[in-house]
Each structure stands twice: as structure tokens, then as C-alpha cells.
């Protein structure tokens, strides 16, 4: 097993900021919402426009960012992302007219959607294989604490009615990882590909003892036959296996649900009829508390139980608090206890979601490339997912016109069952191997 140092850690945390600013912009929105609409009185029409401009950007940036983390590197493509993270900030907290806000969404939307890809792909690059799965989801961990404090500045900024605030903060943590990353060596893996093995070496000797900083040398060299790829080499034979798990599990990741809680709780929470004085603001905090400290419990134990196993347990967790959802919502007019199984059915999920395709997702479209179509493979993935997610987020509410709310839950619970059936039978284990071994699997052929 290689050793490391303690410098990975910090490393890994700088670069996460990438995270936190995914969650944080893409939470942030549904307080500042309510006072842009007044502001600038937008019809619903606009609303849904200057809500869902983030996802039409993010699709966007994941293609760019594909492009730029192979052609510039990780490193310089994570600090371009931060520059535009500030600039779509600073944009929408300053702006007077619709088409600044739109324009600034947009913009956000670009950075999301490239340091999505680009932050696990320079993790998982960085990382000795034995925590890698800790390391690379570290993101995820930042993803979720950043959408929990965007609901708890919006909460305090709207007391005061500050939306431009809740906007604008974005822009420290956006300086700060873009300061950080100069201080950060680059991918030593994409500097091999680029022919820079010296300069890969020592920064592998900064991050590994020397014998294995050297045995890794050999190792990335050894499966870089090829310089450079471009996309059709994407569709080789043996990347057949690899692309079908990464699309597959970006638009399961999407299509079981998740964001309709994320960005619906608090209405779904208001169809339970509990009569708490703040529902809403209970039903955010809680989804997002929840989010966070299930991570955690991920993080920890990733590199031991193994990505498959956690996939399965927390798959089946949320087909089946989706399938009691929508049967609570069936039986209907409630009463309290009702009210109470959705809100546990809601939570069981977020947590069975926390464990399983919220983190592994992202660590496992970082890991199961090989070398010289990485960036390009993670970016399709990356496209597919913001894909997705935009189109439930415009599909829910008609979903629920069409089926009925339990009618709604059962689907996204049968689509679980299919997300399942697809980790057994087409997932492989990557745990603790070297991203090296991974990619000789599929020109093997070998199943695991
Ligand atoms: C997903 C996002 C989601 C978030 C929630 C991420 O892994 O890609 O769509 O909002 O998890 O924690």
C-alpha cells in the first residue's frame, strides 16, 4: 500500500472550494428568489428561466471544462473556473435589469458545470489510492455543506431582504479557491500525458515517498501509450463498458429524484400538511443537514466497505422510502401521522442518496477513464448529469399534474429499482486500486 503525507489532505480540501461554490450557487437561489421577483416582478415564466439558466450553463461548462482540464490541465482549468465563479457572482448580486441576472446565472453556470468535472478529476489524480475515495469525496461533502449555508445565510439575509448579499458572498470562497489553487502542483498524471514526467516525478516525490513516486512514473507512463486522444477515440471498443457505467450513473443520479427534494422540500413539505409555523425553513434545513452528515458517514467508510456496497444499500434506501413516500401521499388527507412518515420517508432518502450516488457518482466517472481520454469521458458524463438534472427540474411540477404527487414518487421509486438492477450487474469495485489497474481492466476485458 503506497504511503502519503498530510499535505494531500490540504491539497484536497483547497480544490473541494469547487464544491462548495457548486452547492452554495445552486442552493442560494431559492431565497434570493423570492425578493428578485419582487424587485424586478418577473412572471412565473421568468422565474423558472432565471432559476434553471444555472443547469443550462452547467451543461455547457462540463463540455468546455472537458476541453480545457486536457489542453490547459486540472490545475489552470480549476483557477479559470474560479475567476468565473466570481465574476457570475458579483454579476447577479449587482444587477438592475433581468437580462444582467440572466446573463450572470448563465456565467455561474459555466463555472459549476467545469469545476464539477475538473475538481474530482484533479483529486482523484493527486490521491494515493487508499484514500482516494475519502479525498475525492471531500467534494461531494463540500457540495452538500455549501447548499445547507446557502439556506442559512439566505435565511438570515432575508430578514433584512438582502438578496443582492446572498448573491455576492459567493465571491470569497470563489477568491479564495483561486488564490489557493496557484499554490497547488498540477495533476502529476496530466503532466505525464503532456510528455512532463520530470516534473510529474517531483511533485509525486512531494506527495509519495521516492520509490513509489517512481513505481507510479513507470505505472502512468507504462499505460500512456498514446499521447493524445480525441473524442473518437472516446468510442473504442474497450471504453464501451466505462462510458455506459459513467452516462448511466449520471442520469440515474438524477432521474431517482434527488433535486426534486433538494430544490422542492419545502413545498413537498407544505402538501404533508404538518402546520409548523416554519415549514419551509425546517424542511430545507433539515434535507440539508441531513445531506451533510450522511456524507460524512460516506466519507468514512468509502475506502473500507467499497463503492458497490454502498451504491446497493443506499439505492435500495431510496427506492424504498420513495416507494413509502408516494404511498403516504396516496392515502392522503393525512392527519399528523401521515405528515410525520413523509417527513422520516424524506430524510431516509436524502440519507440513503448522501451514501450512495451522491458522492460515488462523482468519484467513479473520476476514476474508471483511462488517462488519455479522461477529461473528454468525464466531461460527457458531466454533460449527461447537468442534462438531466435540468430536465426534472422542469418536468416535476408537470409530473405532478399528470400522475398525482404519489403517483409521481412511485415513478422515481421504479426508476430506482432500475438504477439498482444496473450497479449489480454493470458496477464494478475500484476500491483501493491505482486508477493504472482500473484502466487496464477494460483493455482486459476482465470482470471483478
Ligand atoms: C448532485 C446534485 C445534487 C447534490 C445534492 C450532487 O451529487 O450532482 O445534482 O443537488 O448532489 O447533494
Known amino acids: 500500500m503506497l504511503k502519503f503525507r498530510p499535505i494531500i489532505y490540504f491539497i484536497a480540501i483547497i480544490a473541494a472550494l469547487g464544491g462548495l461554490l457548486f452547492g452554495y450557487d445552486t442552493g442560494v437561489i431559492s431565497g434570493a428568489i423570492l425578493f428578485i ?29 472537458g476541453i480545457l482540464a486536457d489542453v490547459i490541465g486540472r490545475k489552470n482549468t480549476i483557477i479559470i473556473s474560479a475567476m468565473v465563479f466570481a465574476i ?21 453556470g459555466l463555472a459549476i458545470g ?18 482516494r475515495g475519502k479525498l475525492v469525496s471531500l467534494n461531494q461533502l463540500f457540495v452538500t ?3 445547507l449555508s446557502s439556506y442559512i445565510i439566505d435565511y438570515f439575509l432575508s430578514l433584512d431582504g438582502l438578496w443582492r448579499w446572498m448573491l455576492g458572498l459567493a465571491v470569497v470562497p470563489a477568491v479564495i479557491l483561486g488564490v489557493g489553487m496557484l499554490f497547488l502542483p498540477q495533476s502529476p498524471r496530466w503532466l505525464v500525458k503532456r510528455g512532463r514526467a520530470q516534473e510529474a516525478r517531483q511533485i509525486l516525490r512531494r506527495l509519495l515517498n521516492p520509490a513509489e513516486a517512481e513505481a507510479e512514473i513507470i505505472d502512468i507512463e507504462g499505460n500512456l501509450r498514446i499521447q493524445e486522444k480525441g473524442w473518437r477515440e472516446l ?5 464501451v463498458h466505462p462510458l455506459i457505467i459513467g452516462i448511466g450513473l449520471a442520469i440515474l443520479q438524477q432521474v431517482t429524484g434527488i433535486n426534486t427534494i433538494i430544490y422542492y422540500s419545502p413545498t413537498i413539505f407544505e402538501m404533508t400538511g404538518i402546520n409548523l409555523a416554519s415549514t419551509a425553513i ?5 434535507v440539508g443537514i441531513v445531506n451533510v452528515l450522511m456524507t460524512v458517514v460516506a466519507i468514512m467508510v468509502i475506502d473500507k466497505l467499497g463503492r458497490r456496497p454502498l451504491l446497493l444499500i443506499g439505492i435500495a434506501g431510496m427506492s424504498l422510502s420513495l416507494a413509502v413516500l408516494g404511498t403516504a401521499f396516496a392515502i392522503e388527507e393525512s392527519g399528523a ?3 410525520w412518515i413523509t417527513v422520516i420517508s424524506l430524510m431516509f432518502y436524502i440519507a440513503s442518496f448522501a451514501i450512495s450516488l451522491g458522492p460515488i457518482f462523482w468519484l467513479m466517472i473520476a476514476e474508471i477513464y483511462p488517462l488519455p481520454v479522461r477529461g473528454r469521458a468525464m466531461s460527457m458524463a458531466t454533460i449527461v448529469n447537468w442534462g438531466a438534472n435540468l430536465i426534472v427540474a ?18 422515481y421509486s421504479i426508476i430506482s429499482i432500475g438504477a439498482w438492477i444496473f450497479v449489480f450487474f454493470l458496477v464494478p469495485e475500484t476500491k483501493g486500486r491505482t486508477l493504472e489497474q482500473i484502466e487496464r481492466r477494460w483493455k482486459i476485458g476482465t470482470k471483478s
Open 235 to 239: 468510442f473504442e471498443r474497450s471504453m
Open 88 to 108: 457570475g457572482a458579483l454579476l447577479t448580486a449587482l444587477a438592475l435589469d433581468m437580462a444582467t441576472l440572466i446573463s450572470g446565472r448563465i456565467i455561474l
Open 337 to 339: 401521522l401521515l405528515g
Open 282 to 286: 425546517f424542511a430545507s434545513l433539515s
Open 145 to 147: 455543506v455549501g447548499i
Open 37 to 65: 421577483n419582487k424587485e424586478f416582478q418577473l412572471t412565473s415564466f421568468d422565474t423558472s428561466i432565471v432559476v434553471s439558466a444555472v443547469l443550462v450553463g452547467a451543461t455547457i461548462g462540463a463540455l468546455i471544462g
Open 394 to 411: 422542469l418536468t416535476f411540477l408537470g409530473l405532478i399534474d399528470l400522475f398525482g404527487k404519489a403517483g409521481t414518487f412511485w415513478c
Open 114 to 131: 467545469a469545476a464539477s468535472m475538473t475538481v474530482p478529476l484533479y483529486i482523484s489524480e493527486v490521491s494515493p489510492p487508499s484514500i
